[in-house]
């Protein structure tokens, strides 16, 4: 899979009726966070041909899918926008799945390369945290 057509396929699993909703912010169950995420994917157009591995898109999914279950059980109507939305901070634009505000991550840039550091990483494998482009702060060289 391409990010063009992750992209694509992202897309799609928005109907012309809630993209209306979105853009109208009329949509109680989004956060802002992400109903900003989702109109910026809706609005993006080339994402590139870089490969993205099928395996890790759906592990994401997988684990993102029994969070959700877990700790927000009564609330489903959530979860399709936080998972369109970690799936495209994380595999196209490579950016941190949580705002800024909510976690405060550093952001740095180095000869042109951007770093993020977050202070909550869980650093254990099979959590959502292993697919977010922070690294842990306690990595961070000041």
């Known amino acids: 899979m391409t990010k063009n057509s992750l992209l694509t396929q992202l897309k799609k699993a928005i109907s ?7 853009l109208e912010d009329r949509l109680s169950h989004i956060s802002p966070y992400n109903r900003r995420t989702i109109l910026e994917i809706m609005e993006h157009t080339e994402a590139g041909d870089t490969s993205l ?7 994401l999914k997988g684990i993102l899918d029994s969070y ?5 059980p ?3 109507s959530t979860w399709k926008w936080i998972l369109l ?4 901070l994380s595999f196209i634009r490579e950016e941190p799945m949580h705002p800024q505000k909510l976690v405060h991550y550093k952001k740095t ?3 042109g390369k951007t770093s993020y550091y977050c202070p909550v990483k869980n650093m254990e494998k099979d ?4 697919f977010c482009v922070c690294e842990n702060m306690k990595k961070r060289i000041l």
Do not use: F, G, H
Request: hydrophobic content about 30%; charged content about 15%.
């Open 16 to 22: 012309p009726s809630e993209y209306t909703l979105l």
């Open 53 to 59: 591995p099928l395996s890790e898109i759906q592990a």
């Open 68 to 72: 959700l279950s877990r700790y927000l």
């Open 74 to 76: 009564d609330d489903p």
């Open 85 to 88: 939305s970690c799936l495209y």
């Open 109 to 111: 840039v180095t000869n």
């Open 127 to 130: 959590t959502v945290c292993s």
